[in-house]
């Protein structure tokens, strides 16, 4: 059993649609994040929810709203998107209450916005 | 702020060569430290991680790094290098936020090629 998983694995669309971007994880970590890697290869955290609840919201555009319906799965919805979306998206999880644990990666989405 | 820089944005070394990659920290506090690898078209893989232990940490697939607090460094190392090690590798410090969780800060990726 894949411990994160994301779909889709590739996505490609249209300027101004909107998409979204699925992950679940079965590790019963109670954090999850969205990171954005871009063509430079650097990754920023996005998002992060914790039990449902949203703890972490970074600068980022709010055509971008997560959505969490459970503490297993955690949801990214990009509404009009825009060339400059394209990249990789990774959820990821964690244990909480440590920095010390590290996080669970997906393989990641690749969007292309054309 | 925490963050971690990475000196060589591309490294190669030939097959049965030692790995040397460079991480360099910046926290106000002992940090929890990462390495994560990323071969192409994949996730990031945990490869070791410092959390104030020991100093030496050995990881999977052959690497280990050191936590030098006076060199303010976590530079990851193998022996000997293989050809499957060619992917991106990633220093990674965890920032605590507001006390109710964490994030992992990346550094900037270092691209190791592996020559027959």
């Known amino acids: 059993d894949t411990a994160v998983s994301q779909t889709p694995k590739y996505l490609v669309t249209q300027m101004g649609n909107d998409k979204s971007i699925k992950c679940e994880q079965n590790?019963?970590?109670?954090?999850m994040y969205w990171y954005k890697q871009d063509s430079k290869k650097f990754l920023k955290i996005m998002f992060s929810?914790?039990?449902?609840?949203?703890?972490i919201n970074e600068t980022v555009p709010n055509r971008f709203s997560p959505k969490s319906p459970d503490k297993a799965h955690l949801n990214l919805h990009i509404n009009s998107l825009e060339l400059g979306d394209s990249a990789v998206y990774f959820c990821?999880?964690?244990?909480?209450?440590?920095?010390?644990?590290?996080?669970?990666f997906g393989s990641g989405t690749r969007l292309t916005v054309v | 702020a925490q963050s971690v820089t990475q000196l060589g944005s591309h490294v190669s070394v030939s097959e049965g060569a030692l790995v040397l990659l460079r991480c360099n920290y910046s926290?106000?506090?002992?940090?929890?430290l990462f390495w994560y690898v990323q071969y192409p078209n994949q996730g990031l893989q945990l490869l070791l991680k410092?959390?104030?232990?020991?100093?030496l940490v050995k990881g999977i697939n052959g690497f280990e790094a050191e936590f030098k607090k006076s060199e303010t460094s976590f530079h990851l190392t193998k022996p000997s290098a293989h050809m499957s090690d060619a992917a991106e590798y990633f220093c990674?410090?965890?920032?605590?936020?507001?006390?109710?969780?964490?994030?992992?800060?990346f550094g900037t990726g270092t691209l190791l090629a592996v020559q027959p």
């Open positions: 990821a999880s964690s244990h909480r209450t440590s920095g010390s644990y590290g996080y669970t």
């Open positions: 926290s106000s506090v002992p940090p929890y």
């Open positions: 590790l019963g970590h109670d954090t």
């Open positions: 410092y959390t104030s232990a020991a100093t």
């Open positions: 929810y914790n039990n449902k609840e949203l703890i």
């Open positions: 990674a410090v965890s920032e605590s936020y507001g006390g109710a969780t964490n994030k992992l800060i």
